[in-house]
């Protein structure tokens, strides 16, 4: 497994040595070096004007120092380079979405009281956070969500009462107790936390509320990276990573993250956003899948698409529901059991967090779709690529500028059909919607006249219908052609 999904609302996924220790120590000295340390209370940055963030500047809220890299860091380091390329594909957030990447540090007794990162009420839409930590922490640090109203309410930043009438203040309340609705992310050199704090279809979801214990011994050093709706210019990274995608779409070499697992994730485009998956299916699984298709009675044929059965009992319904997991896992995505998380997942609703509000409408909606032998997508519009039998097709759109397409780069990118050839095992997500949540126009997909099997309850024939909340659509190849 790769990114460990740790809970599903808020959405927050964790990965062990997503940096290794040179990586770790390289962050540190290019913030030790800079010498632009300063107090997270006293910043006056844009971020502080906003009514978000005011509170921040009080010393028992927020007590560390930070410092933000900036472009002239990022072109003078290849390691800052790429760690920022791996953290915007790991996030699943297009290149030119990031804020400057932040280094904080806590010393002892440092902590940041309860708060939401995203304030698109007063214009700082920030749809992801990812974190990683620098080092090993002596004691305490943890990064904490608390997963329903009653935690929320014991790590307020306020004063509580505890039971032998002593005063405790905000979070010291709730870092010491052991609690299941308590998630909590110890901090490890190398451990990267990514969550959302926005819902899938882009409202802010109130339940992302976080904070950091207080640093009991030792010293905290973390690395973080904010994403914005809106194109976030000014970072170096975003040009290089552009131009990454510009080289794949004229099938340059595959040049990606491999990540825990061995699955390899390229990004394709920037917009629409389009990813890449190689080795997401193991060869065992491409086989078991294709004798499994290859198996239906009546034989499915060529074109004719095919419904996974949402019974239970059916043989390799263990492999269809691991394969649909790691799918949804892939897209960043809830995964919702359809025999059992869904149903916890709604009482988890109804339960948790009664008096805020909860977006129905974000429900995932992926669908996973299996091309089968024999099959031809295919679009015309496919032949300046030099369409193969089988390949998947993408017509993704004409944009309306270049720059809109594909960022910084985008002056020398050409938009146009997109193939990728099939390969066994290789997955491809599109992003339906932009980050904000708005249909993507630019994702209009046709329809592939494929053999698909959609892993949901209805089969799709035509393009994805944005109405109906579609998020993402992501289909792998079981099989070479
Ligand atoms: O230090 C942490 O673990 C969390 C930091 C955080 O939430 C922030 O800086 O916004
Ligand atoms: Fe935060």
Not at 88 to 110: C, F, N, T, V, W
Not at 146 to 153: A, F, M, Q, W
Not at 234 to 247: E, H, I, Q, V
Not at 435 to 445: F, I, K, M, T
Request: charged share 25%.
């Amino acid at each position: 497994e790769e990114w460990l999904p740790l809970s599903s609302s808020p959405r927050v996924f964790v990965r062990d040595n997503f940096l290794n220790k040179a990586e770790c120590d390289h962050l540190r000295t290019l913030a030790l070096q800079s010498g632009r340390f300063r107090s997270a209370f006293v910043s006056n940055d844009a971020r502080s004007s906003n009514a978000g963030q005011a509170f921040h500047r009080d010393a028992q809220i927020r007590g560390n120092t930070h410092l933000y890299l900036e472009s002239e860091d990022e072109a003078a380091s290849s390691t800052l380079q790429d760690v920022l390329e791996r953290m915007h594909l790991a996030a699943r957030m297009p290149p030119d979405s990031g804020e400057k990447l932040q280094i904080a540090r806590y010393r002892p007794g440092e902590r940041y009281e309860m708060h939401h990162d995203s304030g698109p009420e007063v214009g700082l839409a920030r749809p992801a956070t990812l974190i990683v930590y620098l080092n090993d922490v002596e004691a305490g640090g943890e990064t904490i969500f608390p997963l329903s109203r009653e935690v929320l309410l014991q790590c307020r930043p306020v004063h509580h009462a505890d039971a032998d009438g002593h005063s405790r203040f905000g979070i010291e309340n709730c870092c010491n107790l052991r609690l299941p609705e308590l998630l909590r992310v110890a901090p490890r050199e190398g451990r990267a936390v990514l969550f959302f704090n926005h819902h899938l279809l882009g409202e802010k979801d109130v339940r992302a509320v976080h904070a950091s214990c207080p640093v009991l011994s030792g010293e905290k050093w973390l690395a973080q990276r904010w994403f914005r709706f809106e194109s976030h210019f000014g970072t170096a990274s975003a040009s290089n990573m552009a131009s990454k995608a510009l080289c794949l779409d004229r099938r340059c070499s595959a040049d990606g993250e491999r990540e825990q697992g061995g699955i390899l994730t390229t990004m394709l485009r920037a917009r629409p956003r389009v990813y890449m998956f190689d080795h997401a299916l193991t060869p065992d699984e491409n086989s078991r899948l294709s004798s499994w298709a290859a198996s239906m009675q009546p034989p499915v044929a060529p074109g004719q698409m095919l419904e996974v059965p949402q019974t239970t009992g059916h043989q390799d319904q263990v492999l269809l529901e691991q394969l649909r997991k790691r799918m949804h896992e892939l897209a960043r995505v809830p995964y919702a059991d359809p025999y059992e998380a869904s149903v916890t997942l709604t009482r988890s609703r109804a339960e948790g967090l009664p008096a805020l509000e909860v977006d129905h409408s974000s429900e995932p909606l992926v669908m996973v779709l299996f091309l089968h032998e024999n099959t031809s997508t295919g679009t015309s519009e496919s032949d300046a690529v030099g369409q193969r039998p089988g390949s998947l097709v993408l017509p993704l759109g004409i944009c309306a500028t270049p720059a809109e397409c594909c960022g910084a780069a985008g002056a020398r990118m050409q938009p146009g059909p997109l193939q990728v050839l099939p390969k066994a095992g290789r997955a491809v997500l599109v992003a339906l919607r932009r980050l904000d949540g708005a249909p993507d126009a630019l994702a209009s997909l046709g329809a592939p006249r494929s053999s698909f099997v959609k892993m949901d309850q209805n089969w799709i024939e035509t393009g994805p219908k944005l109405d109906q909340n579609w998020i993402a659509t992501i289909c792998c190849f079981a099989r070479d052609v």
